[in-house]
């Protein structure tokens, strides 16, 4: 579904130089990604449906939400491109999360 996407495709939206690294934001079609010019996207969304978990890695990270019985704190290390965020206040929005980036 994704594999389109690299560091080429789409409309530059933001580009910064961030401790020897670039970092890049880009829409195509109707996603937005976000990668650190090393060819791999680090994290997207569709633009209209933005609480949707796209990469398999995301929806890994919440395996642990399965089970506790009702989730009240969360604490995520590494905000990223705020796919986990966006996910969590959509589906529990109750939930409490901190998210410390590094």
């Not at 705020?82 to 999360?97: D, Q, T, Y």
């Amino acid at each position: 579904m994704l594999d389109h996407l690299d560091p080429r495709s789409g409309q530059r939206r933001f580009r910064a130089r961030e401790g020897g690294r670039v970092v890049e934001v880009r829409d195509a079609g109707p996603y937005r990604f976000l990668h650190f010019g090393d060819g791999e996207v680090q994290a997207i969304m569709e633009r209209g449906r933005p609480a949707q978990l796209l990469l398999p890695y995301n929806a890994a990270m919440l395996a642990g939400l399965m089970f506790p019985p009702a989730p009240r704190r969360l604490l995520n290390l590494g905000l990223g491109g705020g796919c986990i965020e966006r996910f969590l206040s959509c589906h529990w929005p109750a939930l409490r999360v901190t998210s410390v980036e590094g």
